[in-house]
T-cell receptor, first 115, second 106 residues
Framework: NAGVTQTPKFQVLKTGQSMTLQCAQD?????MSWYRQDPGMGLRLIHY???????DQGEVPNGYNVSRSTTEDFPLRLLSAAPSQTSVYFC??????????????FGSGTRLTVV | GEDVEQSLFLSVREGDSSVINCTYT??????LYWYKQEPGAGLQLLTY?????DMKQDQRLTVLLNKKDKHLSLRIADTQTGDSAIYFC??????FGQGTELSVKP
């Protein structure tokens, strides 16, 4: 049982480049989300999805796009990378949305550096 | 908006109890959570408490909830070096605190 798989684990981008962070889960979870983790700031929600075809913005959505064409996959796209997007990105999934999310499972993270 | 606050660092000696505190502003949360993050890893759910409970105990972990003061705490009894990690408080639709880095010295 793989859980939540994120790729790549590490990435270095030049300013202005675009890329997609991949997230896949094999638990048939409806709810998926992307967070970024920065020192001293905890985790901040970027985008989330409550099911295939449905996405919504979180606290810090600017500069990021998402889509949810299947239940399993929830890729995060950086349109034009900026140094401020240097961070560790986590994908998470749950079998229930809203607050009943004690089944949340996190991926191991993608460490992104933008130079 | 919703806010969750934690102190950033806590250092204890092995065998002592650790108490990690969290304050929050969202009083409508049904569940409140504690997550643990070990170095280089993702977050792992440690425990959670329903908002209608005052206390929950799970082996070495005790969660205390004071709804009136909007204060949540996590007590780890007999802290071990393997407990060294960052601990996150989370409420509502997973609004996280900044994380408390627990350092356990032998």
């Amino acid at each position: 049982n793989a859980g939540v798989t994120q790729t790549p684990k590490f990435q270095v981008l030049k300013t202005g480049q675009s890329m997609t962070l991949q997230c896949a889960q094999d638990m048939n979870h409806e709810y998926m989300s992307w967070y970024r983790q920065d020192p001293g700031m905890g985790l901040r929600l970027i985008h989330y999805s409550v099911g295939a075809g449905i996405t919504d913005q979180g606290e810090v959505p600017n500069g990021y796009n998402v889509s949810r064409s299947t239940t399993e996959d929830f890729p995060l796209r950086l349109l034009s990378a900026a140094p401020s997007q240097t961070s560790v990105y986590f994908c998470a999934s749950s079998s229930a949305g809203s607050e009943a999310n004690y089944g949340y499972t996190f991926g191991s993270g993608t460490r992104l550096t933008v130079v | 908006g919703e806010d969750v606050e934690q102190s950033l660092f806590l250092s204890v000696r092995e065998g002592d109890s650790s108490v990690i505190n969290c304050t929050y502003t969202d009083s409508s949360s049904t569940y409140l959570y504690w997550y643990k993050q070990e170095p280089g890893a993702g977050l792992q759910l440690l425990t959670y408490i329903f908002s209608n409970m005052d206390m929950k105990q799970d082996q070495r972990l005790t969660v205390l909830l004071n709804k009136k003061d909007k204060h949540l705490s996590l007590r780890i009894a007999d802290t071990q070096t393997g407990d060294s990690a960052i601990y996150f408080c989370a409420v509502g639709k997973l609004i996280f605190g900044q994380g408390t880095e627990l350092s356990v010295k032998p």
